[in-house]
């Protein structure tokens, strides 16, 4: 009973020893969307949207190529040392890019910190995983996530930088020296879990895994394929919601920089981050029923963002703000339920030995559709495409995915993988 003790105050001191890392995993990410207009009008270079959807664009696509080694390493050798080593590097460039002059400066800033952030969520979930096995897993991911909502909350504010002495630069230098202070008790304080012995699908031993057999076992799997399509579909709307929402919101209501952040962040991430934790729980309680709970929780949140996606589509046409905020309010809570089952799902279909790389693989085709979203984005606006179209669509691909979801059939796997 004492030693069952211990492993959960361990297990959840493993979540908010990254609960921050989440937060500036994000945040570095995420305020540069709400300071579009201040660093467009220093860095003059960029000159279009275009150009400023690529930029945001060569971001996901290193990062979507990165994500699958991310994963193999995390798996392969060390979770700790990922994320670690993840975190120090991303965060010396975060600082760097405070101190860019022109628009090649901030694109290959942009895309090494793509890189140096692809090995992070991968080794997290699955380290997360690792210690909350069966009854804790979503909820522990739930609140893993809420850091991230977190992070993405106080980057909606980072559109107030203009009223700054350094302006939109001290940014980046406040939250890239932060992340590299806590990298250094973060090596010392965070552990892999203990290795056990796990036996394979046939019941005998588990071999050791190599890189081209542990892809190969994955890209055979029925199931994994469509988690990967599950996966990406949403995503491609939720991309363009957190990188272009600020701009949207302060073109079509002529609003200021900083309202437009908050407006484009705040609300649908605070919904996001409230019903991650609710999603969490009644997915693990869902599970003692049946084995299919989190994937009807995660479905249950996909039919909140079709509706989602209709509102936000339109409330510029329409020319109602209150319309734009209740749709995002509802994304959040649909995305919430959604992004917290992720990791628990994948945890019921593959083996442990292979969660971080698969993680990977789907960050690897999530990212890379989500970066061809953002300069397509970039360029439709720049001719003029209406919005309520290019959202229509949005919620017609979450339609699909809602439809796919169902078809995935999680089973009960050795290993505590349920």
């Known amino acids: 009973m004492n030693e ?15 609960f921050p890392v989440a937060l500036l995993n994000y945040l570095d990410r995420q305020m540069i969307a709400a300071m579009k207009v201040s660093v467009m009008g220093d860095i ?12 945001l664009a060569s971001f996901k696509w290193v990062y979507a190529v990165f994500s699958p080694l991310g994963g193999y390493i995390a798996d392969r050798f060390s979770r700790k040392l990922t994320i670690c080593g993840s975190l120090f590097v991303w965060s010396l460039i975060t600082w760097l890019t405070g101190h860019v002059s022109s628009f090649q400066e901030l694109y290959w800033a942009r895309t090494a910190m793509g890189i140096s952030e692809a090995f992070y969520i991968p080794a997290a979930l699955a380290l997360i995983a690792d210690y909350h096995t069966g009854g804790t897993r979503s909820r522990a991911v739930g609140v893993h996530q809420m850091g ?18 350094g302006g939109w630069r001290s940014l980046f230098d406040v939250t890239g020296l932060t992340g590299i202070l806590y990298a250094i008790p973060l090596l010392f304080l965070l552990r892999d879990a203990p290795s056990k012995p796990r036996p394979d699908v046939n019941g005998g031993p588990a071999a050791q895994t190599r890189a081209g057999t542990g892809i190969v076992e994955l890209l055979t799997n029925r199931n994994f394929i469509l988690l990967v399509a599950y996966f990406t579909l949403p995503a491609i709307a939720a991309w363009v919601v957190r990188d272009w929402m600020p701009a949207i919101l302060q073109k079509a209501f002529d609003i200021s920089q900083g309202k437009a952040g908050v407006s484009a962040t705040l609300y649908w991430q605070a919904a996001a981050l409230l019903s991650a934790i609710f999603g969490g729980w009644l997915a693990d309680r869902w599970m003692r029923k049946s084995i299919r709970g989190r994937i009807h929780v995660s479905a249950i949140g996909m039919m909140l963002i079709v509706p989602a996606m209709f509102g936000v589509g339109n409330a510029p046409a329409l020319n109602s703000f209150a319309l734009a905020i209740v749709a995002l309010v509802l994304f959040g809570v649909g995305w919430g339920f959604f992004d917290c089952n992720n990791m628990p799902i994948l945890s019921q279909i593959v083996r442990p030995e292979l969660r971080a790389t698969g993680y990977g693989i789907m960050n690897f085709v999530s990212m890379m559709c989500g970066g061809v979203a953002d300069w397509g984005f970039g360029a439709m606006t ?12 949005f919620a017609l691909v979450c339609v699909a995915s809602l439809f796919i979801v169902l078809l995935i059939r999680p089973r009960e796997t050795p290993g505590g993988q349920g």
């Not at 069952?4 to 990254?18: G, Q």
């Open 148 to 165: 991230i909502y977190c992070g993405q909350m106080l980057g909606g504010f980072a559109g107030y930088s203009d009223r700054l002495e």
């Open 4 to 18: 069952d003790r211990s492993l959960s105050r361990t297990a959840w001191m493993v979540v908010a020893l990254l």
């Open 382 to 393: 720049d001719r003029g495409v209406p919005l309520n179209v290019i959202f229509g669509v």
């Open 44 to 55: 003059q270079d960029i000159g279009s949207d275009e150009n400023w959807g690529h930029m």
